[in-house]
């Protein structure tokens, strides 16, 4: 006898909640346990605004350099102290927002404890919803790498790193075909930072009003499904999946169902769940020198593990 709301063995557990349940789960802010939900978002921009304000008031930086001819095409670089301008280790951070909001203007949380030990670091900027679809969003951070790669050739080193949204552009870098770019970029890092891998469910949220994605844009654009059936690009090169304690139960689901595909396609993957931080503080430790998060990726970049 059939049960209702009860789902098949193995099918997606988010298919059987109902709509207000699905939204919730989907509301990173409603999870948050310190603070409310809409202080919750007030701080995480507070703390982009200060850190991406200190770091243009202490790095040697290049901002709003185009790397394609669209009006938000654009990134804003932080170097270390190096007369070697060239020679650096690159790390790419694409900011989170459902796709919808953020800029790169406030999302340099990392520049100053990675620039203080040598790392470049680069913040880049999309077209968000509704300006840019997703489709677009993905091939702007294309270019966007491919521009890194051409201008720096001689880098140590390309890690990519998202949050949130942005964790699932990063992780469709996993895939990307750099041919028709002209480079193949130096890549040796991901971190993929309480992300959406899987983007199905997100159709049946309140997010997708700004975003309209069909069920096909969703299938297309998930790398949960697309590293399934590819082989892996760069089968030597760390791939980071973490999720925040306090993110709620889809989110560490994805998480943790991608680190499993990954595994399963011969990626270097790794996971972890980062103790006492939400989806919000998660990105704001990276403004901290000795953070776990920050003391992981140093570790990866500077090979220490
Ligand atoms: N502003 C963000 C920045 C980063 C990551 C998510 C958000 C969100 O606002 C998500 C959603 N609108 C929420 O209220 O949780």
């Known amino acids: 006898m059939e049960v209702s709301g009860v789902g098949l063995p193995g099918e ?31 701080t995480y921009s507070q703390t982009g605004i200060e850190a991406t304000g200190r770091a243009q008031a202490t790095w040697k930086s290049l901002l709003h350099v185009p790397y394609g001819d669209g009006e938000g095409e654009r990134v804003d670089i932080y170097f ?8 650096l280790p690159f790390f790419l951070f694409f900011h989170g927002g459902y796709w919808q909001s953020g800029s790169k203007d406030q999302s340099a949380f990392m520049a100053d404890p990675l620039a203080a ?3 470049a670091v680069v913040i880049v900027g999309y077209n968000i919803a509704p300006k840019g679809t997703l489709d677009q969003m993905v091939d702007q951070v294309t270019r966007s790498i491919a521009f890194v790669q051409k201008r720096y050739p001689s880098n140590e080193g390309i890690y990519l790193c998202g949050h949130s949204a942005g ?4 992780a469709m870098m996993l895939l990307a075909d750099w041919t028709k770019h002209g480079v193949t970029p130096n890549l040796k890092g991901f ?28 299938r297309r654009n998930s790398p949960q499904l697309k590293v399934a059936q590819a082989q892996p690009a760069h ?18 689901r994805q998480s943790w169902e991608f680190y499993q595909i990954l595994c399963q396609g011969g990626w270097k993957a790794s996971f972890e769940k980062l103790r006492d931080v939400d989806h919000f503080e998660i990105i704001e430790t990276l403004t901290q020198k000795d953070s776990v998060l920050t003391q992981i990726i140093l570790k990866t970049i500077f090979q220490q593990f």
Do not use: I
């Open 12 to 42: 997606a557990p988010w298919k059987k909640m109902s709509a207000e349940e699905l939204e919730h789960q989907y509301l990173p802010s409603r999870w948050v346990v310190r603070l409310g939900a809409e202080e919750a978002l007030r």
């Open 80 to 87: 270390p102290n190096k007369a070697a301008e060239g020679a």
């Open 117 to 119: 030990q040598g790392v």
């Open 167 to 170: 964790a699932h552009l990063a």
């Open 191 to 218: 971190f993929l930072v309480s992300g959406v891998f899987d983007l199905e469910p997100m159709v049946y949220t309140s997010q997708n009003v700004a975003l309209q994605l069909t069920l096909e844009d969703a």
């Open 235 to 252: 089968p030597s090169c760390p791939v980071l999946v973490v999720v925040g304690q306090f993110d709620s139960p889809e989110f560490h």
